[in-house]
């Protein structure tokens, strides 16, 4: 399988910044889907963003027009800039990759999670 990394969390004051990356071990061209997902302490994880192959991006209403979710094939990696972060959007944030444009190879795949603290 494919491992993901993520990384760019951290502590910003409400109203900031941050961007946060996954990148993969390896190609991902043939990766149909790059979701993020966060978990609050106590919370269920939930989907924050999405880009498929096909059928574009996809945002979670609590983060629409803050939170953009791009990819960029030749450097293996999925980002997520976020903008005026909210004492809400605290959490542990996650990076999946699943779904293949090629039969022989499958992908459903992790990463450990980057933690981003809103907080003044």
């Known amino acids: 399988q494919v491992r993901l990394v993520e990384s760019g969390g951290g502590l910003v004051q409400p109203g900031g910044s941050l961007t946060l990356s996954c990148v993969a071990s390896?190609?991902?061209?043939?990766?149909?889907?790059f979701t993020w997902y966060r978990q609050a302490p106590g919370k269920e994880r939930e989907e924050v963003a999405s880009t498929h192959d096909a059928l574009g991006t996809n945002y979670a209403d609590f983060v629409k027009g803050r939170f953009t979710i791009s990819r960029d094939n030749g450097k293996r990696t999925v980002y997520l800039q976020m903008n005026g972060l909210e004492p809400e959007d605290t959490g542990n944030y996650y990076c999946?990759?699943?779904?293949?444009?090629?039969?022989?190879?499958?992908?459903?795949?992790w990463g450990q999670g980057t933690q981003v603290t809103v907080s003044s």
């Open positions: 390896e190609s991902i061209e043939y990766i149909t889907t």
């Open positions: 999946h990759a699943f779904g293949s444009l090629i039969p022989s190879r499958g992908y459903d795949s």
